[in-house]
């Protein structure tokens, strides 16, 4: 299977502050990576497929890049209601596997 | 619009088996491969296996190889997943998830399943 790993852990951050998020995979899977987005007690949301197409509905403030192994989620100026965590996934190979998540939260 | 409803919250004995529905409208059931993701709680994601609706072929995680089950009914535009050997880490909600254009924009509500004795 392949390994995914997100870095931070965790971030604490504030409104209007860029945000970055990365993520890793064991194996190249070239574009094949996805972002979601979750908030407590709701199914995760898509925001990113393919590494950098925006999902339709998303805020143009998220935003994807890479490919091969590292990938990046950025938020250009975060607002209230992105606090959440958020997670990567390969759609690469099956299974299809996530990172460990990142929580955001207020600083 | 795409709709993926699931069956209600389960409480389960270790041991037993435990069958989840998800039930699908808005879309052409058999263009689209179904996907099931578990988290625990306050725990991470888990992508269990998916199911091709078409043809009804599966792919499992092999976590899960020899006690999961996928299935579909295209009659009623409804994919299931069954547990079996239920134990008490298998306590967590599990979603199904449509996928499209390699990703999942589209979930199910989510179903609860508690393993206690």
């Known amino acids: 299977d392949i390994q995914m790993t997100q870095s931070p852990s965790s971030l604490s951050a504030s409104v209007g502050d860029r945000v970055t998020i990365t993520c890793r995979a064991s194996q190249s899977i070239s574009n094949y990576l996805n972002w979601y987005q979750q908030k407590p007690g709701k199914a995760p949301k898509l925001l990113i497929y393919?590494?950098?197409s925006l999902q339709s509905g998303v805020p143009s403030r998220f935003s994807g890049s890479g490919s091969g192994t590292d990938f990046t989620l950025t938020i250009s100026s975060l607002q209230p209601e992105d606090f959440a965590t958020y997670y990567c996934q390969q759609s690469y190979s099956t299974p299809r596997t996530f990172g460990q998540g990142t929580k955001l939260e207020i600083k | 619009q795409v709709q993926l409803v699931q069956s209600g919250a389960e409480v389960k004995k270790p041991g037993a088996s435990v069958k989840v529905s998800c039930k699908a409208s808005?879309?052409?059931?058999?263009?689209?491969?179904m996907h099931w993701v578990r988290q625990a709680p306050g725990q991470g994601l888990e992508c269990m296996g998916i199911i091709n609706p078409s043809g009804g072929s599966t792919s499992y995680a092999q976590k899960f190889q020899g006690r999961v089950t996928m299935t579909r009914d295209t009659s009623t535009s409804t994919v299931y997943m069954e547990l079996s050997s239920l134990r008490s880490e298998d306590t967590a909600v599990y979603y199904c998830?449509?996928?499209?254009?390699?990703?999942?924009?589209?979930w199910g509500q989510g179903t609860l399943v508690t393993v206690s004795s």
């Open positions: 808005g879309y052409t059931f058999t263009s689209y491969y």
């Open positions: 998830a449509r996928e499209y254009r390699s990703g999942y924009p589209d």
């Open positions: 393919v590494a950098s």
